[in-house]
Every structure is written in structure tokens, then in C-alpha cells.
């Protein structure tokens, strides 16, 4: 079974450019998370897919930060523009349903750099 | 006060020693605790999970809760030069799915 992927692997940018991640769940799994790193601090909640719709955009730093899930499959973050604080790297994540016992798989991460 | 805390690395170990990382976390309301490994520039991985109270043993591996004093810790026996990477405690509240994570702890086993 394939595990979550991601794409790219890797992004260097300047400000003020525009940059989409993309991450492909692992199959059936309703849920699909993003998270995220910067430098020296711990792995952040970003927000949370139920199939198609956001369930939880609470960790959303910005308005310049926008994630879709059309038709329920993969998922995409789009960062526009892009700002110096918005380096990191940007793990998705996925589960089944139940909430009881939600354990997450990772995504190797996109590691983005803007320069 | 952060919401997950990790005892601060880097440990080193002998090779066929025990491991032993702990974690602490400031909400009561948490329900489910997870362990992962991540191998530089990998994916996090997740190694344990664990809900309930008491112990938990996988392999070489070995969770134990104490939700009364809001701890989890993780023992790696027989630690191998494999085992070397950083261990991430993530924790979630209950009908809360996003995970919230420690700052994690570097393991190097000395062969």
C-alpha cells in the first residue's frame, strides 16, 4: 500500500512568489491534515480535511495560505505571496474515520525556502 | 507553558541499552498519544499509539500513560544503532483530531 506522498520534495522561492504544495493521501483515508515546521520549533497543526470539506482551519496562519481538496483526493497549499516566516517544511498527513483512535500517517514534506 | 514537552536531547546510548524518552503534557482533556521516529529529512513515523492507562509493548518497544500525572514515555530495549533518530510525542484531545507535538528528542545509539 502506498503511503502518503508529497510534491515537491523540495521549493525555493523568492518573496512575494507564489507556491502550491500538493499531497496525495494514502487511498481511502477521509482525513487529510496539514502540518508544519520551521526552524527550531515543533511540528504545527495547520488544518484538517473530512473528504472534501475543512473541518478545522484553525491553525492557519494567514490569508495568504489557502488548501483544497477537490473531489476528495489529493490536496493542495497555496502560499501567495510568499513571506521570509513561511520557510519550513510543510508535512500533509492522513487517517481513517474513527476518532477514537486516529493515528496519522506522514508525508515525507515539502521543504520550502524563500528567500 | 508549552503543550507537549519532551525532555530535552541530544541522549546517547550504548549500543543494547535501554532508551528512555518522556514526555509530559499541560491538557487533561488528551486522549490518544503517539510516538513517531523520524530519520533525518524523513517523514515522521508512527511507532506506538496508546489510549489507555499502564503499558504497552511493540517489539523492542515499550509505551507507558500515566494520564493522573500527564505523562507518556517511550523505552527502545536493546537500543540498536537503527534506533538513532529523533522521537517525536504527539498528543490529541478528546473529539480533537489534530495532533499537537513535542519539540522531539535526538537518540544516537553508540555502537
Known amino acids: 500500500e502506498a503511503g502518503v506522498t508529497q510534491f515537491p520534495s523540495h521549493s525555493v522561492i523568492e518573496k512575494g512568489q507564489t507556491v502550491t504544495l500538493r499531497c496525495d493521501p494514502i487511498s481511502g483515508h477521509d482525513n487529510l491534515y496539514w502540518y508544519r515546521r520551521v526552524m527550531g520549533k515543533e511540528i504545527k497543526f495547520l488544518l484538517h480535511?473530512?473528504?472534501?470539506?475543512?473541518?478545522?482551519e484553525s491553525g492557519m496562519p494567514n490569508n495568504r495560505f489557502l488548501a483544497e481538496r477537490t473531489g476528495g483526493t489529493y490536496s493542495t497549499l497555496k502560499v501567495q505571496p510568499a513571506e521570509l516566516e513561511d520557510s519550513g517544511v510543510y508535512f500533509c498527513a492522513s487517517s481513517q474515520e474513527e476518532i477514537a483512535y486516529n493515528e496519522q500517517f506522514f508525508g515525507p514534506g515539502t521543504r520550502l525556502t524563500v528567500l | 507553558q508549552k503543550e507537549v514537552e519532551q525532555n530535552s536531547g541530544p541522549l546517547s546510548v550504548p549500543e543494547g541499552a535501554i532508551a528512555s524518552l518522556n514526555c509530559t503534557y499541560s491538557?487533561?482533556?488528551?486522549?490518544?498519544f503517539f510516538w513517531y521516529r523520524q530519520y533525518s529529512g524523513k517523514s515522521p513515523e508512527l511507532i506506538m499509539s496508546?489510549?489507555?492507562?499502564g503499558d504497552k509493548e511493540d517489539g523492542r518497544f515499550t509505551a507507558q500513560l500515566n494520564k493522573a500525572s500527564q505523562y507518556v514515555s517511550l523505552l527502545i530495549r536493546d537500543s540498536q544503532p537503527s534506533d538513532s533518530a529523533t522521537y517525536l510525542c504527539?498528543?490529541?484531545?478528546?473529539?480533537?483530531?489534530?495532533?499537537?507535538f513535542g519539540a522531539g528528542t535526538t537518540v544516537t545509539v553508540r555502537a
Open positions: 496508546i489510549y489507555s492507562n
Open positions: 504527539a498528543v490529541n484531545r478528546f473529539r480533537d483530531y489534530k495532533l499537537s
Open positions: 491538557d487533561r482533556v488528551s486522549q490518544s
Open positions: 480535511f473530512v473528504k472534501e470539506s475543512k473541518q478545522d
